[in-house]
């Protein structure tokens, strides 16, 4: 087995990397390699994992990361093999720390204990990927809670797809356009079938669909009639609307003996493995929610050309499973959007409702129309109902290949064309500004601040409490200071108005020997949609009466909630002294643009003088002005080397800590 891994290992180092399309999901945005979080790449079987992984070693270095598929019918399923991957990367590479990319990692026994592992005790850092019914963050096991990060997969949009063909719709025809869009409607996102022959594409997606049924619903869930699951399949993308009953009425009526209850579970397997989407009626009333029919769409729209009844594809259908797909990633990417379909008692019916922390934004209706004369009357009318209704005053049309604005009894009415609409962005949480809602989790500390002492040591008491509207996860807290920072490894959750008593063993720490310059409780932690916040207030430290220690007395400033982004910074090496020069300079690893870049930050002997740190304190101011400086750069949109001198300090005579605090703030004017 051993030596099995060493060849794998080798193999992966001496060959080359196939060739990789690019893909919007980039996965060195959610690594860092100086925090302690698996990343975990889940999705719909063949939408792309692998290559991302491989996408991901390639931008990072292939000689930092290492590869191995456990589907690879050489690798043995065993846990063994785990044990002795981590055993053979000593061997060869030392202390080097890697990034394992561990592909289809489920098919092995205790992978998750392994994986908790790895991540706690060592300087490897995980990235995972497999079948979504056994990886994803519904089923992450419970060892791993709080130590993920999940990136959904998906089949290809309209934008990659392009890529993929490598078009430009600003170069070809627009009747080009209108042709590779219905191809795409047919046929697809997923990578392999948009690239094969289209001769072979139905021999794919049929191979796609026995290795999704056998995998990941016959052999998790023990299915015992597999017929009748496979005839569910068939009937879905025949099926606009649904209730459970009417399903189980349908199977029943071709031979099966199915209950309610038992496709409902098939109807959860189907979800949980990312094959189906399920879209509610849009209502504040519960109870209506679930009695009312339901729409599901399937995870591409080849399947639903391939099981279709009809002779000929419904591209209006097609359409709308198009539109459907880009909201509802969109809403995975950022669950404070949620989807919905409209309709009243007298039957008029608006595809989609795009809502935002539950204000309706957005009315959607699709059609296949070439002209406005085509655009059926049933359309606008509902269209105008739903806005009405809603309080809103204009709604959206897609058609095939039409654009234009009318109102319609005071209610806009924009039509826009598929192929245009696709193309622009719309829901998203990248490179933006993100506004806080109301309704979020915020912890803070109560004012009054306890402590105990004695021979155990000395404590400090804080009552943390949730303020905010909605409960918080994945707690965590800490103090921290100017070149200090203590956290506790425990994780808690807290809901609105719930209170949490916190201790702090000062004795053992800094701040009880010296005064640390602006100290802060801080907390990091989640909201139930998986959004990542951070909240601090400010400590009073002072020396108590008797001059024998540093105690925190009090309480001061709150600073409010904000939402956790990625800094795009990578790593931040070690510093050194160049050949030649007074400077102390460091090499720093930054994604721009989407691939990693290193630039060159110094610090001026003038200026370590002005300060009068000890190595420690210089290193962690040294890192600070470095994030800063890089974070406006990022902001401008370049990248380059940089050296801090005292020509940037303000122009009054500062020292030391002040000094330091003075060029900092000014960074971030």
Not at 48 to 63: E, I, M, R, V
Not at 222 to 235: G, H, Q, V, W
Not at 409 to 424: E, F, M, N, Q, S
Request: charged share 25%; net charge positive.
């Amino acid at each position: 087995m051993r030596q099995l891994l060493n060849d794998l290992v080798k193999n992966w180092w001496s060959n080359p990397l196939p060739a990789i399309k690019p893909r919007d999901v980039n996965l060195l945005s959610y690594f860092d390699p100086n925090v302690r979080k698996i990343v975990s790449v889940v999705g719909f079987r063949r939408v792309g994992k692998t290559f991302t992984l491989l996408d991901f070693a390639q931008k990072y270095g292939k000689d930092k990361c290492v590869y191995i598929n456990f589907e690879d019918e050489r690798v043995p399923k065993k846990t063994e093999v785990l044990s002795q991957l981590v055993d053979l990367l000593t061997e060869l590479k030392g202390n080097q720390p890697l990034v394992l990319l561990m592909d289809e990692i489920q098919e092995i026994s205790e992978w998750s204990m392994w994986a908790r592992r790895i991540n706690e005790t060592t300087q490897h850092r995980l990235i995972l990927s497999g079948s979504s019914s056994k990886l994803s963050s519904r089923e992450i096991p419970t060892e791993l809670r709080g130590q993920t990060i999940t990136v959904p997969m998906f089949p290809l949009n309209w934008d990659e797809f392009l890529r993929f063909r490598e078009t430009d719709t600003n170069i070809f025809p627009h009747a080009h356009t209108l042709n590779l869009l219905r191809e795409f409607l047919t046929y697809g996102g997923l990578p392999e079938i948009v690239l094969a022959e289209e001769g072979l594409r139905p021999l794919i997606l049929a191979d796609y669909l026995s290795s999704f049924v056998d995998r990941d619903v016959v052999e998790r869930y023990k299915l015992r009639s597999r017929e009748a699951f496979t005839d569910l399949l068939r009937l879905l993308p025949n099926t606009r609307s649904y209730t459970y009953s009417k399903l189980a009425n349908s199977l029943k009526g071709v031979g099966h003996t199915v209950s309610k209850a038992t496709v409902i579970r098939y109807m959860q397997w189907l979800e949980w493995s990312f094959f189906i989407a399920r879209l509610e009626v849009f209502s504040a009333n519960v109870k209506s929610r679930i009695q009312t029919p339901k729409k599901s769409y399937l995870v591409d729209n080849y399947f639903s050309t391939q099981f279709s009844s009809n002779l000929s594809s419904n591209l209006g259908h097609l359409m709308e499973q198009a539109v459907f797909h880009k909201l509802h990633i969109g809403s995975v990417w950022d669950p404070r959007y949620e989807l919905a379909y409209w309709k009243d008692y007298s039957g008029n019916e608006v595809d989609f409702v795009v809502a935002h922390n539950k204000a309706v934004k957005e009315l959607i209706q699709v059609t296949f129309a070439s002209s406005m004369v085509e655009v059926p009357e049933r359309e606008t009318k509902a269209l105008v109902k739903a806005a009405k209704a809603l309080h809103k005053t204009s709604g959206t049309i897609i058609t095939w290949d039409t654009e234009q604005t009318i109102t319609i009894d005071g209610v806009k009415i924009i039509y826009r064309p598929l192929w245009k609409w696709l193309t622009t962005k719309t829901i998203t949480t990248t490179n933006k500004e993100i506004v806080l809602p109301d309704n979020i989790p915020v912890l803070d500390v109560e004012p009054n601040v306890g402590g105990t002492g004695g021979q155990e040591g000395h404590l400090v008491h804080f009552q943390a409490i949730n303020i905010g509207e909605k409960v918080a996860i994945d707690c965590r807290w800490g103090i921290r200071g100017f070149a200090y920072e203590w956290r506790t490894p425990e994780t808690f959750v807290l809901r609105p108005a719930d209170k949490k008593k916190l201790e702090y063993k000062i004795s053992e720490e800094r701040p009880f020997k010296e005064f640390v310059p602006e100290l802060n409780i801080f907390f990091e932690y989640k909201d139930n949609r998986g959004v990542s916040y951070f909240t601090r207030r400010e400590l009073v430290l002072e020396k108590v009466s008797s001059g024998a220690f540093y105690n925190i007395t009090r309480v001061s400033t709150f600073h409010p909630a904000v939402v956790l982004q990625d800094s795009k910074i990578r790593n931040i090496g070690k510093s050194y002294i160049p050949q030649g020069k007074l400077t102390q300079e460091v090499v720093v690893d930054v994604e721009f643009n989407g691939e990693i870049k290193q630039v060159k930050m110094s610090i001026g002997p003038i200026l370590i003088k002005y300060f009068g740190f000890s190595p420690d304190e210089l290193k962690a101011a040294f890192s600070e002005l470095v994030q800063r400086k890089v974070r406006n750069m990022l902001r401008e949109g370049r990248l380059q080397d940089h050296v801090f001198t005292s020509e940037e300090m303000p122009k009054k005579p500062l020292s030391g800590f002040e000094a330091y605090k003075a060029l900092r703030d000014s960074l971030d004017k």
